[in-house]
């Protein structure tokens, strides 16, 4: 084995992911008690790291005038058709504003009218200045003296087979082995990007519209220590500005620009009003614009064409605070969207329990089945559109338990052997001999999904047939994991990543399979099971991954099931 350094470390909470929840448990810990010690795992670094790390031009997640807890609870009720954790959704509804207050506060700059109110974008967003967010948090982070890793990659949880004690981590530079021995542990390390075979190939194949870097890891080791997990058969396929993911949303939302097909038609609401109009817009613009291009009206398009030039800065300037490149393409090709057409295409599916609600099965307290650990943000599963404001929600929710909870907990010091079992996992790869590229593995995994399990070559659609393909499939790519390569410590954090895809990808296939509907179309479309069956679907699909035997046992839970502590 090749030789690596061990770093021991002892914390109070040990927070695993250092985005936007994870900066805001660990600054809210250190405000319970100065004194109590906090630790952030991050594998890039928390300054500019996460989904948001290019920034954010609006808070999605924001009660307006004339909203409420009851009334955003009901709204996302009905854009998921039935099947969310109310008692989460309106925990998180209940602090949003709260939430946004405290990072304004901490310098977030809110676009305001001449009244000093907050410019509204909808009934439920609010326009920022947000080039500078993921900065802003960091510095909140470093004043509150929180210890943090950066660089250093989560490996997987230090668990005694009741509790998680801690977690171990690889340093991408330095290429020590971190074990970080804590009382309590909050993992908000994202959703995960890269199951599916990217839209952009070559070069550009991390144009992706969520993060690359968040490729499913927090799950992947609750996976592999038994937690219980919901939703993961409910993906998330975003409608992006074509060739650069910029969001739609910031030329759509609140304006009147309408949505053509390649014959100039208006589509939206000439022949999809039935599909649900605003009771789920986002969902319905995609499943539209799907129908057109499948129809051979593609492709399409919202008609910017009119802007008028104020307009148009005004555009620019929000994309320039969340998704600068697109701003960069139209510079370089004398592009203005006031005179031609912003082209529009659905992306890679991704899990998520942000937009969507892939993640771990937590109680309200947001504990998950596992003892001493918690989860928040997009990890956490059960409450779609929590976006930015409802993961500083739940985080804050996850360490004022955590620290609630830690009081009778000791720190348990692992045993050099259990610690030499991860060393050996971790750099197999570099003891492989000629072994098998991370490149060719990935691009196996990717055809498989995009083709088998409903990628973006299929339009999306599932059926029992090609998902049972797709199961067999990641069997046989399983047994090449073993034979993974790495030439330096960046290529053993690649191949642990894609071990890490590997393992959300063969719970997502369970899930897929085991819902016998359609309950959200584009995201899970079954074409063998066309229609939603609220008398035997109206509820969530959950699993458990039994790691000794190999098998993933499905459970099948109630809606009322989600009200009880787990």
């Known amino acids: 084995m090749a030789e690596i350094l061990t770093v021991n470390l002892n914390t109070d909470i040990l927070i695993i992911g250092g985005g936007a929840a994870g900066c ?28 948001l790390a290019m920034g954010l031009n609006a808070i999605n997640a924001y009660l307006n005038n004339g909203q409420t807890p009851e009334s955003y609870t009901k709204y996302i009720k009905d854009e998921f058709f039935g099947v969310i954790r109310e008692d989460l959704v309106y925990s998180i509804a209940e602090g949003l504003n709260e939430s946004v207050k405290q990072v304004e506060n901490m310098g977030l700059p809110i676009e305001k009218d001449q009244n000093g109110d907050y410019v509204t974008r909808g009934k439920r967003s609010i326009k920022i200045y947000g080039e500078r967010l993921k900065p802003i948090l960091a510095n909140a982070v470093y004043c509150a003296k929180v210890g943090v890793l950066n660089r250093v990659a989560a490996t997987n949880f230090i668990f005694d087979g009741e509790q998680v004690r801690g977690a171990y981590g690889f340093g991408c530079r330095d290429g020590k082995l971190y074990v970080v021995h804590a009382r309590a542990v909050i993992v908000t390390t994202g959703g995960a990007s890269g199951i599916y075979k990217p839209i952009k190939t070559g070069d550009a194949r991390n144009t992706t519209w969520y993060c690359p870097w968040n490729v499913g890891t927090g799950y992947a080791m609750g996976i592999r220590i038994g937690a219980e997990m919901t ?15 910029a969001p739609t949303g910031t030329i759509a939302q609140g304006s009147d620009i309408m949505h053509r097909n390649a014959l100039g038609e208006e589509y939206l609401e000439e022949r999809y009003k039935h599909l649900g109009g605003e ?8 499943l539209a614009t799907l129908q057109e291009e499948k129809s051979g009206k593609g492709p399409c398009s919202l008609d910017t064409r009119g802007l008028s030039v104020e307009a148009e800065e005004k555009l620019k300037t929000a994309y320039l605070n969340m998704n600068p490149a697109i701003v960069l393409l139209w510079a370089n090709d004398g592009y203005s969207p006031g005179k031609r057409p912003v082209e529009i295409s659905g992306m890679e599916p991704v899990v998520i329990g942000g937009h969507c609600q892939a993640g771990y099965w937590i109680d309200r307290e947001r504990r998950t089945t596992i003892k001493g650990l918690y989860a928040a943000g997009d990890v956490a599963g059960g409450a779609p559109k929590k976006y930015v404001s ?25 045993s050099d052997e259990e610690i030499n079992e991860e060393k050996e996992r971790i750099l197999h790869c570099m003891n492989s001999g000629e072994g098998m590229s991370r490149e060719e593995l990935e691009r196996i995994l990717h055809e498989t999904m995009d083709e088998y399990a409903g990628g973006a070559s299929v339009h999306y659609e599932l059926t029992e047939s090609k998902l049972i393909i797709a199961r067999d499939k990641l069997k046989e790519i399983e047994e090449k994991l073993q034979l993974l390569r790495a030439e330096d410590k960046h290529g053993v954090i690649s191949c642990l990543e894609l071990i890490d895809k590997f393992d959300v990808a063969k719970i997502l296939i369970e899930h897929l399979l085991y819902r016998q509907e359609t309950r959200w179309p584009v995201y899970q479309t079954r074409t063998d099971y066309p229609e939603r069956d609220d008398t035997n679907w109206l509820g969530f699909v959950n699993s458990i991954y039994d790691p000794v035997n190999d098998r993933v046992k499905i459970i099948k839970r109630a809606l009322n099931e989600s009200l009880c502590n787990i």
Not at 390 to 414: D, F, P, Q, S
């Open 24 to 51: 805001m448990a660990a600054i809210e810990a250190k405000k319970a008690d100065p004194d109590l010690r906090c630790i952030i795992m991050e594998k890039a670094h928390i300054e500019r790291s996460g989904c």
């Open 231 to 245: 939703s993961f058969e409910n993906r998330f396929v975003p409608l992006r500005v074509k060739g650069v993911n």
């Open 279 to 286: 009771q789920c817009l986002s969902l319905y613009r995609l």
């Open 390 to 414: 409802g993961a500083w929600v739940e985080a804050k929710i996850a360490v004022r338990t955590a620290v609630e909870e830690i009081a009778n907990i000791k720190l348990l010091r692992i």
